[in-house]
Every structure is written in C-alpha cells, then in structure tokens.
C-alpha cells in the first residue's frame, strides 16, 4: 500500500474580497511532495459580477490541473495525488458527493471535470479547515492586497 507521504498533495484556497460575489477573485495553490514544494501559484482571476470565491476556488484547481498534467508522467501514477481545500462545495462537487447545478462557478466546474476526463486522472479530494490550508490561503490573500484589494470578508490574521 502507498504511505501517504509519498503521496502528491495539494492545496487550493480561492478568495473574492471585498464583497463576495462581485469583488476581486484570487487563488493560491501549493503543491508538495514529500514536504518539498514543487509549485506554487497564486492569481487575480478577475473582478466584477462574475467572480465570487467558489470561481476563485475552481480556478485554484484548474491552474493545478493546467501545471500536473504535462508533467503527471514524471510522477507516481500508481499513489493518486490529493486535494486539499477548505471549500465543502468544491471537494463535495468534485468527489460526485454533490451535483454542480448554476452558479457564477459552472463554467470553472465543467473545464476542471473536462480536464480530469480527457486525461484520464485520478485524484482524491479532501476537505479540510481553513487552519489546515494557511499556505494556500495566505497565497490567494496576498495576490489581493497585491492588487490594492482591502480586505473586508476575511482579514489576514
């Protein structure tokens, strides 16, 4: 059986500040094997009505998703790699727990499910609590105050 420390893990946290739909999106992303990071990225997805956090968070995946699949050769096929979020809409959606039915994030579900599908990967989805994503989640914070967002919904600590 594989230990989970040899395991690709990753951790996705999205944010939409100041007001949540409707503000600034941004996600932070960290990948690690082994405690070594390998990537790590954080964006502004966009500003405006069609952006709220549950965007921000699938744009989280669908950037991970974007930098593993050129590369999931190189890694360990036979140890899926797992996801870690502290958004219970994602994880659930993503585990086919829940159906992705409307919302602002529908077209950001549909590519990460199309990405998964056309590559044929398999990947577990985990939820965790905000304290268990703080890297992840200080990405994405910082991506909005580097773009002059005040943070209203969820200052940083």
């Given amino acids: ?6 395991r690709l893990k990753i951790w996705i ?9 409707g503000g600034t999106a941004t996600y932070g992303v960290v990948v690690k094997h082994q405690g070594k990071v390998l990537f790590s990225d954080s964006k502004v997805i966009g500003e ?3 952006m709220s956090n549950n965007v921000a968070e699938y744009s989280g995946l669908i950037a991970f998703l974007e930098w593993y699949i050129p590369l999931k050769a190189g890694f360990n096929t ?6 870690y979020s502290d958004s219970r809409l994602l994880i659930k959606q993503m585990s086919k727990e ?38 992840a989640d200080t990405l994405s914070k910082e991506a909005l105050v580097k ?3 005040q943070l209203a919904i969820q200052p940083v600590q």
Wanted: glycine share 6%; charged share 30%.
């Fill in 78 to 83: 036979k140890q899926r790699p797992v996801i």
């Fill in 98 to 135: 829940w159906r992705a039915r409307k919302g602002l994030y529908l077209p950001y579900y549909n590519r990460a499910r199309n990405l998964i599908r056309q590559n044929n990967l398999d990947l577990s989805f985990w939820w965790v609590p905000r304290e268990q994503n703080e890297e």
């Fill in 1 to 6: 059986m594989a230990k989970s420390k040899d």
């Fill in 13 to 21: 946290d999205g944010a939409c500040e100041p007001v949540n739909p």
């Fill in 48 to 50: 405006g009505p069609a």
């Fill in 147 to 149: 773009a002059g967002i």
